[in-house]
């Protein structure tokens, strides 16, 4: 038997701040494209179409971590009738070096601070650094973490649009709560950052016209569970980036397969996005190949391979999350908590 | 959050007994065999060849128990240098109805009861009925599982032969302690079962003849991390059965690939079989094809295809492990953890 560590939301939630998250996803995409990271095959299943559905992602970072396991995410569609999160996540952490269970960990709040900072992460290295509005497709869980984390890597926003595709009143609510959210759950965490503080001070304005809306924005980052495109290619303006965060699973869309076509375009992993993420369509129906896929994100960190190329292209990172992300934080929340002595411990 | 159950080694040990497992493994195949439940595909992973490696098996069981999960298991060769078991599990079950994690559980035992009890269903469906003389091959952790469900299930039982390919005094040792490990680790837990105490009451034999050893079986089960066969077609005589459980990987193989040319063969997943089992050399190397398999174990226990039909046949189980079995049995120990307050309660 070995002792485990137990960290559950609440304490995740104590240890973990933003701008240290972004960090630590930027590594985990250095340890991929440096071969200091195995990604192994995603596992998908659907319980019913539309309503439930789980994926479970794993890996082994090498390294200095040396730590490997994985995160089962589910996603139940009807859990807020009962009173349930809907999307639950659990992430298991071992040993690299003897297979040892290190630590399980709640994965919720750790999935939208890794979530929000990976798609933060697409916006900083491909973004144009004078962009000013923003567009967050989706009013739902995940927006929360996109806009703290995209707020925090850019220094020039002044506008926060927010468009839900099912109902306008869920962005509105959205809006009309997020800088006490911004407040309780991010710049807590980042005490006296008052940079974060005055970027976090800007506009957030609901919105129900999306066409409108796109053709404003400089960034447009979408979260939503959509199998069919809410942004047409005619809307988007010149010098556009575009985060896609929603298509994780086969089928799943979120933007005009057509705005690929002359798009620059970054993934997380490029296996994984052609087959279940935003990538997968475009090339599915030919508009584009697997060949062109610039790079994968982690090359632009390391500066084997170059961004955005001009101000007037548009740009898309397809993030399809890797399990890298999610251990990596781990291993991070772990080391904090072992430091202030919070978790439980139990035997295993 | 929500309250979990922690189950460790300790606590599963008190709470498993061989009779009731070998039930909940004939259950998890019916389940199969019915369409009641999905097995996810199989990760596999090698961190060193022939030093370490791991795996991940899930599904989801439908039906009464409606709980999806995995379990992870690694293998690392050199932890008992460092004191650590070498093969070390972990078993996640959620809620098949709102994705709430139920229970976490150490595996080893219950990988131990498991895969003993589905090596020993397929001795119970296609042994012959007087068979005396069961070969065990392997003398690692795997074999007291092996022999400890292989003789619950027989009635005729005269010896077992123990036969290792590594070193010859492990299975002297073997046969030396095994009668005293039965009586502690199985029959403590069948009380008063004076049918079961007498069937373990038989010879067990360390062997280094493994031809003479083949010859004289009518059961062989085997149970190593071999990478070539270790028993020849010419040693087996009619009317043997053989459980193969060691094959979990590609490559693996316990047996000549050429015994598989006139036998009946029966699976626990026809998929897992032909690409990570035993039955995967044969049906690469063109001996049978994957139609050659009579069927999976299950259509056995369901009546729903015959099992042995001659005397005279050669029968094989190739039994690579389906997550069924684990979230069943795991589903079957939280039950008994709940009756009787056993386990550790912690917020996730």
Chains 1, 2 share one sequence.
Not at 85 to 112: A, N, Q, R
Not at 156 to 180: G, N, T
Not at 249 to 261: L, P, V
Request: hydrophobic residues 40%.
């Amino acid at each position: 038997m070995s002792k485990i560590i137990i960290l559950n939301e609440e304490t995740i939630k104590k240890l973990l701040d933003i701008k240290s998250v972004i960090k630590v996803v930027e590594q985990a995409y250095i340890l991929k494209n440096s071969n200091q990271a195995d990604l192994f095959p995603i596992i998908t299943h659907i319980f019913e179409p539309g309503k439930a559905d789980m994926d479970i992602k794993s890996g082994h970072l090498k390294g200095d971590a040396n730590i490997f396991g994985l995160k089962l995410v589910s996603w139940f569609g009807e859990n807020s009738k009962k009173g349930f999160p809907e999307v639950i996540g659990t992430i298991m952490v071992f040993d690299g070096k003897t297979g040892i269970p290190l630590g399980i960990l709640s994965g919720e709040h750790m999935t939208g601070m890794r979530t929000g900072s990976a798609g933060a992460i697409g916006v900083k290295y491909l973004a144009r650094k004078d962009s000013e509005n923003f567009l967050m497709v989706g009013a739902g869980h995940q927006a929360f973490f996109q806009i703290a984390a995209t707020l925090t890597v850019l220094n020039q926003i002044k506008k926060v649009m927010v468009y839900d595709p099912i109902d306008y009143k869920l962005a509105v609510d959205f809006c009309h709560k997020i800088k006490a959210k911004l407040n309780e759950e991010i710049l807590s965490k980042c005490k006296d950052d008052e940079i974060l503080a005055k970027k976090y001070d800007i506009d957030f304005v609901a919105t129900d016209d999306i066409e409108k809306s796109t053709g404003e924005a400089d960034i447009i980052t979408t979260a939503t569970p959509s199998y069919k495109p809410l942004i047409k290619k005619g809307w988007v303006k010149k010098g556009t980036h575009l985060t896609c965060i929603g298509a994780d699973m086969e089928g799943k869309q979120e933007i005009d397969e057509n705005i690929f076509s002359k798009a620059r375009i970054f993934v997380d992993d490029l296996e994984q996005a052609i087959h279940v993420g935003e990538t997968e369509i475009p090339v599915k129906k030919g508009i584009i190949k697997k060949e062109d896929v610039a790079g994968e994100i982690g090359e632009i960190i390391m500066g084997t391979k170059p961004g955005r190329l001009s101000d007037d292209e548009i740009t898309i990172f397809d993030s399809t999350g890797i399990a890298h992300q999610d251990l990596l934080t781990a291993a991070h929340v772990l080391k904090l908590a072992q430091e202030k002595g919070l978790g439980t411990i139990v035997e295993l």
